[in-house]
T-cell receptor, first 115, second 111 residues
Framework: GAGVSQSPSNKVTEKGKDVELRCDPISGHTALYWYRQSLGQGLEFLIYFQGNSAPDKSGLPSDRFSAERTGGSVSTLTIQRTQQEDSAVYLC?????????????FGPGTRLTVL | GEDVEQSLFLSVREGDSSVINCTYTDSSSTYLYWYKQEPGAGLQLLTYIFSNMDMKQDQRLTVLLNKKDKHLSLRIADTQTGDSAIYFCAEPTSGTYKYIFGTGTRLKVLA
């Protein structure tokens, strides 16, 4: 596609429910990244995919968070048993090769609110 | 450490120049980036500079890089109300592909 797309744009859920956030990267980009932006904070790295594999999951805050990528394209970030502190904007980015200095292009984000 | 530092707020009058500053950490960074985030939107790549450059100009934008002091700045000439946004500087972390972002500078342009 022309750019990185994410869905839904907004998600309101109740504490304890599971949510799935979707990211469609730019066509042909092999690398995909998830970041989290909490209110008034910078961006926090969550996970990185090169193709379908995730060599770096170090940023995932707890085992309630997981992500997968299929077909080297779409990625899904799943948060189980959501907590109020999970409320944030979740941003997805993709880059052509995933090498150092490779420019990352961001989607519009999914704003998650946990009540 | 891995902190990229920016001041949190900047307020300027329409037509004036804005200068947003950033201090980064990794002297071996190959590229340094500026992203713009408008309210309710994702991050838009604004410009970047390669580490062997001191300056890059792109229309109203001028990026200055001082590698000795690990200082990056973004100057916006003739600032317009549409420039009101949060500006993030970012650097790739040492030996990896991850970006470290600053906390962002919120630019407010007064009419």
């Amino acid at each position: 596609g022309a750019g990185v797309s994410q869905s839904p744009s907004n998600k309101v859920t109740e504490k304890g429910k599971d949510v799935e956030l979707r990211c469609d990267p730019i066509s042909g980009h092999t690398a995909l990244y998830w970041y989290r932006q909490s209110l008034g904070q910078g961006l926090e790295f969550l996970i990185y995919f090169q193709g379908n594999s995730a060599p770096d999951k170090s940023g995932l805050p707890s085992d309630r968070f997981s992500a997968e990528r299929t077909g080297g394209s779409v990625s899904t970030l799943t948060i189980q048993r959501t907590q109020q502190e999970d409320s944030a904007v979740y941003l997805c980015a993709s880059s052509q090769a995933g090498t150092r200095g490779d420019t990352q292009y961001f989607g519009p984000g999914t704003r998650l609110t946990v009540l | 450490g891995e902190d990229v530092e920016q001041s949190l707020f900047l307020s300027v009058r329409e037509g004036d120049s804005s200068v947003i500053n950033c201090t980064y950490t990794d002297s071996s960074s190959t590229y340094l980036y500026w992203y713009k985030q408008e309210p309710g939107a994702g991050l838009q790549l604004l410009t970047y500079i390669f580490s062997n450059m001191d300056m890059k100009q792109d229309q109203r934008l001028t990026v200055l890089l001082n590698k000795k002091d690990k200082h990056l700045s973004l100057r916006i000439a003739d600032t317009q109300t549409g420039d009101s946004a949060i500006y993030f500087c970012a650097e790739p972390t040492s030996g990896t592909y991850k970006y470290i972002f600053g906390t962002g500078t919120r630019l407010k342009v007064l009419a």
